[in-house]
């Protein structure tokens, strides 16, 4: 769960300037993960928007294999982005009429092999999935 947790958290930080160049990104995410993070960070940047706040998160593991030595850890969660939103930088209006809500989101924790975990992919589902 820390990888989780410290995953978001990063993002976050990273979201109240749009920084997608962040190395703190890293500290909890690879491949996939990263990428998509790095990525929505850059889309924001360009189209001038920050993010203000941060989600409410209530993770929980859903599977790890193999259960005697896990490498892999699946991970299930209900984040509420209702106080997590998008702002224009430049006015500091909100950018859209989207309110914020409880969503369904999945994650995959990989063990590393410096013995961390670190998020390798993850999904955020449409606004009322959970």
Not at 110 to 119: A, P, R
Request: glycine share 12%.
């Amino acid at each position: 769960m820390g990888a989780y947790r410290g995953m978001w958290a990063d993002f976050v930080e990273a979201g109240h300037t749009s920084d997608w160049r962040s190395v703190k990104l890293g500290q909890h995410a690879t491949g996939v993960a990263l990428t998509n993070l790095s990525r929505g960070l850059y889309a924001d940047h360009y189209n001038g928007l920050v993010t203000k706040g941060e989600p409410v998160l209530n993770p929980t593991v859903s599977s790890v294999e193999p259960a005697a030595e896990p490498k892999k850890i699946i991970v299930s969660d209900c984040g509420d982005s209702t106080n997590w939103l998008k702002y224009r930088a430049d006015t500091g209006e909100l950018a859209d009429k989207e309110p914020g809500g409880r969503r369904a989101i999945n994650a995959i924790a990989e063990k590393q092999s410096d013995g961390s975990w670190k998020i390798s992919d993850y999904g955020v589902h449409e606004l009322g999935t959970c």
